[in-house]
């Protein structure tokens, strides 16, 4: 009746584990109907209930090993055969007591159709136990009702009656059977394209969690035979230009025909089973069904099942999976095909995935050492064109008259922001290359603003613009980054003299101790900014609408932002269309107990 051996057998198995739950319910209403007709049979025959009492406790003597032992039998795949033999002795107890007893035949038939047609519906033991009682329940009716005394109705109408309820409980029982299947091969399909597609997620999650890695094809493989339960499993990734193949990704027990190919480019006639796999794309192969050429490759790797996919890009392939059982393993169910198959599919994603890794890596660093080397060279000459602009401006090759000093001017504030942009390129490009480390140094809080305001004080600016510092008298000593941090607030205050025009920039500077913070603060009266554009000024490249003397590239307020998260702070912006700007920034000084200096160092730092 069942096509798939696997399903059917797991269907009997679950026939069985069913019966051995509903046995105690149904035996408990079979011998509470029977207690209760025993009560009528006293009220109307009372003389036969020393032998009703007798039929009923063999009745439960009968039952007593089956219910006792279902477990046991139960394991020993017994359960079944000794349920359908139990409740046809039950027939047979229910018609020898109406010959002993002598009571109308006609209840006797009524006590067999009520049997056959209850336990069609209780117990799942399929048409073959339903036939088996109802044989025997027809077979009992016939030897009763050769016995006397003679039924008041014909014998034969008796026998039809029990005839036609057994052939109705013999399709009851098909027909629920077969019902019974669907539903169970429906839920176990569900069940395991539901578990297939939960592990082909968590393998393809594996699988892109470990792209980066060095070791990424060897842990391809890894999952790859977890996830199936194989001995091992291996890649082959093939080369286009020249038809080779190579081994990329082990994992396992490999077998030594195929672990000394590694790293070893060979040809497809070296290891036909390449072209069987790429020829039919997922193949199935065992030491039984294979042609002699690969029963012989299967024997010398001591493999006793393999699963091979070809791995597609497209419409190409691009290499081979193979997986493997060794010879003491269990061959893959149908669940392990299913799931290589998927497994593959990820697989030759992962691959191209990789490959795709791979040139960006490499793009980046091609970009990144030419974005290196330009800015290099193209600080090393930019500096003397600053240098001989500023000779000129001090009249060291003449006098400057008329206009030239403007024309000085410009050449040389266009050749800092020219500067100041490779600057940015470089400390970008070293961010993005990930050199932009954390240097903690304790170093004395006056040193460091006293070194930004000398370094600040030649930041270009509008004429008028004053820059005015406002700074704690403090000699603390604060740990900290100074590079990062001169390079965030000088940023600031060149971003703020920047969009100045007239009013003054002002930096305000406060440490406290208690919760060992440095907060900095760098106010303008500047064009302002647009609310909307707030938001995203610290983007790379961002640039808020502005006019063409005050462009730039974006890149300062990023770098900003970068470094404030490398030191552990916070910054934040707010602005006012046509009144200002106020960047506010904070972050953790890590304050150090002074130590207790000579007076020769007191006078030095009192003179400093």
């Known amino acids: 009746m069942f096509d798939d051996s696997s399903l059917e057998a797991a269907y009997r198995s679950e026939t069985e584990h069913l019966t051995a739950e509903r046995l105690p319910t149904t035996v408990a209403l079979f011998l509470g109907l029977i207690g209760a007709s025993g009560v009528l049979e006293y009220i109307f025959y009372g003389e036969h209930w020393r032998l009703f009492a ?7 003597a009968a039952f007593l090993p089956l219910l006792l032992g279902r477990r046991l039998w139960l394991r020993r795949g017994w359960l079944q055969r000794l349920n359908v033999a139990t409740w046809c002795v039950i027939a047979v107890l229910i ?7 002598g009571t109308p035949r006609e209840l006797s038939v009524q006590g067999g159709i009520c049997l056959m047609t209850g336990t069609s519906l209780l117990l799942p033991w399929g048409i073959r136990g339903q036939a088996a009682l109802v044989a025997t329940t027809l077979l009992s009716m016939v030897l009763l009702l050769s016995q006397p005394p003679a039924p008041t109705i014909p014998g034969v109408y008796l026998l039809f009656g029990d005839l036609a309820a057994g052939a109705i409980s013999l399709f009851g029982a098909y027909y629920f059977e077969l019902h019974r299947f669907a539903l169970f091969v429906e839920a176990t399909r569900s069940e395991e394209e539901t578990s297939i597609s939960h592990s082909l997620v968590a393998i393809a999650k594996e699988i892109n969690d470990s792209l980066d890695a060095d070791d990424v094809l060897d842990r391809i493989s890894g999952v790859i ?3 199936l339960h194989a001995s091992w499993s291996v890649i082959i990734l093939r080369d286009q230009s020249r038809d080779g193949f190579l081994v990329v990704g082990c994992a396992g027990r490999v077998p030594e025909p195929i672990a000394r190919l590694r790293d070893v480019e060979f040809d497809a006639a070296s290891f036909p089973l390449i072209e069987r796999v790429l020829a039919a ?6 030491e039984d069904d294979a042609d002699p050429a690969i029963a012989g490759l299967l024997q010398r790797c001591e493999t006793r ?7 597609k890009r497209r419409d190409t ?11 003491g393993s269990a061959r893959f169910s149908d669940r392990g095909r299913e799931l290589f198959r998927g497994v593959a599919q990820h697989v030759a994603i992962a691959l191209n995935n990789v490959r795709l890794v791979n040139d960006l890596k490499r793009a980046n660093n091609l970009k990144s050492e030419f974005l290196s080397t330009m800015s290099h060279e193209l600080r090393t000459p930019l500096n003397v064109i600053i240098g001989y602009a500023d000779l000129l401006r001090d009249e060291a090759f003449g006098p400057v008259v008329g206009e030239q000093p403007e024309v000085l001017g410009r050449l040389r504030d266009n050749a800092h922001s020219l500067l100041e942009l490779i600057n940015a ?18 170093m004395d809080l006056r040193t460091l603003l006293t070194e930004l305001q000398q370094e600040t004080d030649q930041i270009p600016r509008q004429t008028g613009v004053a820059l005015r510092w406002e700074v704690p008298r403090t000699s603390d000593l604060v740990r900290t980054d100074p590079v990062k941090l001169k390079i965030v ?10 969009f100045t025009k007239r009013g003054a920039v002002t930096v305000s500077v406060q440490l406290d101790v208690r919760a060992r913070q440095l907060d900095v603060q760098v106010r303008d009266t500047g064009i302002g900014i647009e609310a909307e554009q707030l938001p995203k000024i610290f983007e790379m490249f961002h640039q808020a609408p502005t006019d063409a003397s005050t462009a730039g590239v974006g890149l300062g307020l990023y770098i900003v932002k970068r470094f404030v998260d490398l030191l552990g702070g916070r910054i934040s912006a707010t602005s006012k269309l046509g009144e200002g700007s106020v960047f506010r920034l904070s972050m953790p000084a890590g304050l150090v107990v002074p130590q207790p200096v000579s007076f020769e160092e007191h006078r030095r730092r009192r003179s400093a």
């Open 54 to 60: 007798t039929v009923y406790a063999l009745q439960g």
């Open 95 to 101: 018609h020898a007591y109406a010959a002993a007893a």
């Open 225 to 227: 035979r977890s996830a």
């Open 281 to 286: 794309r997922d193949l199935t192969l065992s």
């Open 305 to 311: 099942s393999l699963l091979g996919a070809a791995l």
């Open 317 to 327: 392939a691009i290499g081979v999976l193979l997986s493997g059982t060794s010879s």
């Open 425 to 442: 390129t470089l400390e970008v490009n070293r961010l993005e290359a990930g050199h932009g480390g954390v240097h903690l140094r304790e």
């Open 489 to 498: 607030v000088r940023n600031l205050i060149g971003n703020a003299l920047k």
